[in-house]
Nanobody
Framework: QVQVVESGGGLVQPGESLRLSCTAS????????MDWYRQAPGKERELVAA???????KYADSLKGRFTISRDNAKNTVYLQMSSLEPDDTAVYYC??????????????WGQGTQVTVSS
């Protein structure tokens, strides 16, 4: 059974930092990318950062310099270090794990999301 579990969300004040974690298990085929998305109230889900297995990390342009994505392949875990948080960063943060079968079929698995609230 596939499980994608996020953790680390919470309530922080503006300017503070937070670290999110996401661990995947039960995935049959090789993981090609582990990504973070977020969805604020009334807005569409957007890509925050992505870290392909064999490529450099990518970030939403508006977040460069404040967020850092990293990955532990041995643990099938991806992290999102968020610093200098702003109220506009308030959202549910979702982890997406992408895998590909030997025949090239792509699979996407989503976590349940973790709430990040930035407020004074």
């Amino acid at each position: 059974q596939v499980q994608v579990v996020e953790s680390g969300g919470g309530l922080v004040q503006p300017g503070e930092s937070l670290r999110l974690s996401c661990t995947a298990s039960g995935i049959r085929f090789g993981i090609t990318s582990m990504d973070w998305y977020r969805q604020a109230p009334g807005k569409e889900r957007e890509l925050v950062a992505a870290i392909p297995r064999f490529d450099n990390a990518k970030y939403a342009d508006s977040l460069k310099g404040r967020f850092t994505i990293s990955r532990d392949n041995a643990k099938n875990t991806v992290y999102l270090q968020m610093s200098s948080l702003e109220p506009d960063d308030t959202a549910v943060y979702y982890c997406n794990v992408r895998s590909r079968s030997p025949l090239g079929t792509q699979y996407d698995y989503w976590g349940q999301g973790t709430q990040v609230t930035v407020s004074s």
